[in-house]
């Protein structure tokens, strides 16, 4: 009765004994995550203090009632639609899970080695623009002012009327632009990962399916897609785990007066109640609502996966 967990230990150590030189890669990770992840966990009492820079978090007095910043949270007349916002950003982010992988089917199918290497370039390059250069950018392609900018310009020939359009300034086109950004700047180093999956498919298989008649298409639905199966699934799973992080940096360098009511998410706010405002321990207490959120969502999405289609991060 007592042999078995002893014998599932044993197999533990040794699995790890064998693969020591893997595990000792962890150590660097293991590291960052334990002194700017865990440690600082113990922040969190901050949520129940009214913080002083002159007490720091542990000589700051506790807050009278102890749920202040939590009743500040949730009596915010603005809360439900901050949430809604941050909702609906996510979840168009979330919506664009699927573009990385089409693109690195199409690169993957690429046989000229020189082409396929200019296109992923032009592809990766965005990702490493800052959002400050890109907002500067779209502000100066769809500005209003002058000529015009060149995308204001192709835009505005689609419309009949001469009303001037202010687009981002204006909340009806927040979104679209958000999105397309987005997908600008990431899709092709999101699908890096995809691509380097697709490095390990044996090429006997694609063989073996030709000589029985496959065609291209019939090659990534039934060999390419399944063998990159378990990679789409464990990124799907962390991707939930972003819902209630609508991001910060590209929306609050976006954000304005006129799309105020539809930018102003959770993320923003955390920003300007506590680095601006000096509220720490309320958004403290909004960070804290976001993990739990995002942890409650990624251990479902695990769960039903797992049952589902034996695809599980743990």
């Known amino acids: 009765m007592n042999t078995t967990p ?3 230990l044993q197999h533990l150590w040794k699995n790890i004994w064998n693969k020591k030189m893997l595990y000792l890669f962890l150590i660097p ?8 992840c865990y440690i600082p966990m113990g922040g969190l009492i901050l949520i129940f203090k009214d913080y002083s820079f002159s007490g720091g978090i542990w000589g700051s007095p506790f807050a009278d009632p ?5 009743r500040m949270f949730f009596d915010n007349p603005l809360i439900w639609e901050m949430i809604r916002n941050t909702l609906t950003v996510s979840l168009l982010r979330i919506s664009t899970f699927g573009l990385p992988i089409i693109l690195a089917l199409m690169l993957n199918e690429l046989k000229h080695p020189r082409f396929k290497k200019i296109i992923q370039t032009i592809t990766y390059f965005p990702f490493f623009i800052s959002w400050a250069i890109i907002v500067s950018l779209l502000e100066q392609l769809l500005t209003p002012y002058g000529a015009g900018g060149p995308l204001y310009t192709v835009l505005t020939l689609f419309d ?3 009303t001037i359009r202010f687009f981002m300034n204006d909340q009806q086109y927040f979104y679209p632009i958000l999105i397309l950004s987005l997908i600008w700047k990431t899709i092709g180093w999101n699908s890096i990962i995809y691509l380097a ?3 390990n498919i044996n090429p006997e298989l694609y063989e073996a399916a030709k000589m029985d008649g496959a065609n291209r298409y019939q090659l990534i639905r039934y060999i390419t897609i399944p063998s990159i199966k378990m990679t789409i699934g464990l990124l799907f799973i962390l991707s939930l785990g972003s819902l209630m992080a609508a991001g910060f940096e590209q929306i609050y360098l976006m954000q304005t007066p006129g799309n105020y009511a539809v930018s102003n998410v959770l993320d923003v706010f955390v ?5 601006e405002g000096g509220y720490y321990s309320l958004a403290t207490f909004v960070g804290l609502f976001q993990s739990v959120i995002n942890l409650t969502i990624v ?3 695990n769960a039903y996966l797992r049952k589902k289609m034996d695809i599980a991060l743990w």
């Open 6 to 8: 002893k014998l599932k």
């Open 66 to 70: 102890w749920y202040k910043s939590i």
């Open 299 to 301: 251990v479902i999405a």
């Open 197 to 199: 999956a697709m490095t």
């Open 29 to 36: 990770a293991f590291l960052w995550y334990t002194i700017f």
């Open 271 to 275: 920003i300007k109640i506590g680095i």
């Open 160 to 162: 009949s009327s001469n």
